[in-house]
């Protein structure tokens, strides 16, 4: 191999490392494609995913915990694999629907130091006309404590949630009772967009002036 392609695939190496974040990439397509073709999808919709995960030097800040944007970034991978675990993807494409996160709400309880062992525990908690809520607790291997939990609206387009939850549980089932605190989370979303859209309208009619 000549010096001239040496420096190339360096260089390209060097830039796609730059322009893209290769690790997450990687990371996220190994899990996603080790639950879709080795795991068998649960029995019960509602039992809770297991993802095992470990602090490694690059996730911490300056207080040497793990930074608070790492917790959604591992939220996110263990999203994504549960999606292929429970048959979301696959149910998605087969109903011709796709579905997006449009909100979520996070609450750190006890920081996480370097190499410490943590799950994060990620299940169904309920869903209604437009969407399906997910809770990923964050829990230490060490004492067994949450240290984190965040919870996740998934807007659903396209298609029903019921119709998606149907076709991953294989038969007809209801939504349980969405928990208390993430009714009052609702009620805020709902009145935070109230207010957005006051003031949208706002600066619509001073431009209109």
Known sequence: MSLL?????????????????MWFLVRQGLHYLYALLWQKPPKDIFQPFVMQNLVLTTDLDCMLHMNNA???????IATCTFFARYGLSAALRALGGSTVLSASCSRHRQPLRVFERFDIHTRILGWDDHAFYLEQKFVSSRKGFVVAVIHC????????????M?????????SPELPEEVKHWLKYNEASSQRLRAESNLQKNNKEQ
């Open 5 to 21: 392609w040496i420096i190339a695939i360096c260089f390209a190496s060097i830039l796609t490392m730059t322009l893209l974040d």
């Open 70 to 76: 790492r917790y959604l970034r591992e939220s996110n």
């Open 153 to 164: 609206r998934h807007h659903v387009k396209g298609i029903t949630p019921e119709a998606l």
């Open 166 to 174: 149907e076709l991953i549980g294989r038969k007809k089932v209801q």
